[in-house]
Structures are given as C-alpha cells and as structure tokens.
C-alpha cells in the first residue's frame, strides 16, 4: 500500500511546480524598463527634428534665391562634404515666412508644398522635420492630433541664404473617411508650424477640415527639402 506524501514532499511538489513561473517572472521583468525606455524614445520624436548630423558626415545642400523662379524659388547646390552648414545657426521661425505652393490629391490625400523662405539678412540651417498642427488662430490652441513624419524624401542639412525658398510636403487625410463619431470632424483655418530644431513658430492660412479627436492622425509631413520634390516638382 503506498504511503501518503509527507509535508516535505508536498512542499517540495509545490516547489517544483511553482518554480518555472518564478523562473519565468525573473526573466521577464527586466524588459518592462526596457519597453519604457523605448516608448519614451519614441514619444519624444514623434513629431519636429531628427537628430542633427554630424560635421562632414552628410551632403549640404546650399539654396540661393532665385529671380528665374516665379514663386520666388531657390537654386539649390549640393556639397558631398557636409561642411558648408557648419557653424550656421538653425533657422528660427522669426526668420522665415510661411506660404503654401502647388496642391494635388491622390488616394484620400491633398499634398500641398509648404514654401519656408528665409526673410532676414543672414544665413541660417536646417535639418529634418518640422513640427506642424492645427490651430484655432495664430497662438490659439492645438486642435487635433499633430502632424506624423512621412519618409518619403531623406534629410538634407541645407543652408538657406537670406531671400531664399525650401519647402517640406504636407498631407492631409480627407476626414471623411473616417466615423463622424470618432472624426468629430471640424473646420480650422490655420497652420502652426516649428521649424526643425527651433523653439518658436510661424503661422500659415489654411482652410481646411480635421479631426478635432486626438486619437487620429490626418496630417503627414516630409523633412525640408531644397527645391521642389513633392507636388510641384
């Protein structure tokens, strides 16, 4: 007749038993800080500059006003040494004015080129993406979600001359393509826009309809390009 488990082994079962999830739990608990930490990366760059290059390891592109362009363009020469922008200050909204160019929709999507052209009297930079919402009115309150990045040309750190005109292309998803309910769709008329690398804003008109809920994303943006790659090229 076979004799009951004493206390030692039903601990020692409930031991081997327990043991994997303990194993398991170890295991996997250092990865939470891990996932923070990327989560954190990413919400810190979701929106506005990529990190800046470094001397010499990226082309330069110089961008020169240009009376030849009826929109008041640039001339845009390229340096593969990456040294041209060096020491130059990233251009601050206060320097550069905001206008919209050549517009065309395809799939569900208006682009629109956005012009920033350099209005003071000195050369400055820029590199990467801008950052671009909705507003109610110049200084007003976000509406809506921010402006994604869309990879479609790569960044350039371009030196911008006074007088001259780079661009970066922005999409907008038509909102009705989206639940009224989830939408809650709402007219806006203006643009706030950072610059890449800079702290204060410029504002550009813009009529258009969004989504006032957060949780959609209607607005994408290229980085900022010399000439025109986008619509108007």
Not at 41 to 50: E, I, K, N, P, S
Not at 132 to 150: H, L, T
């Amino acid at each position: 007749m076979a004799l009951p488990p004493t206390p030692a082994t039903r601990s020692g079962a409930r031991r081997s038993a327990a043991s994997p999830r303990r194993a398991a739990a170890r295991l996997s608990s250092p990865t939470w800080p891990a996932a923070i930490a990327v989560l954190a990366c990413c919400g810190l760059t979701a929106c506005g500059t990529v990190a800046a290059p470094g001397a010499g390891t990226t082309d330069t592109v110089t961008v020169q006003p240009s009376s030849a362009s009826p929109s008041g363009g640039a001339t845009p020469t390229t340096s593969s040494t990456g040294q041209a922008a060096s020491g130059l200050h990233t251009c601050s909204a206060s320097a550069l004015k905001g206008s919209l160019g050549t517009s065309q929709g395809a799939a569900g999507t208006l682009y629109t080129d956005v012009m920033l052209t350099n209005t003071s009297s000195s050369p400055c930079s820029l590199y990467g993406y801008p950052g671009v919402s909705f507003v109610a009115a110049p200084g007003g309150s976000e509406i809506g979600a921010a402006a994604n990045r869309n990879p479609v040309s790569p960044a350039q750190l371009i030196k911008v001359a006074p007088g001259a005109q780079v661009n970066f292309l922005m999409g907008l998803t038509d909102v009705g393509v989206y639940p009224v309910s989830q939408c809650h769709p709402t007219s806006v008329s203006w643009l706030r826009i950072y610059p890449p690398g800079a702290y204060d804003s410029l504002y550009v008109q813009y009529a258009a309809q969004t989504c006032a809920a957060t949780s959609l994303v209607v607005l994408r943006v290229s980085t900022v390009r010399a000439g025109l790659t986008g619509v108007g090229a």
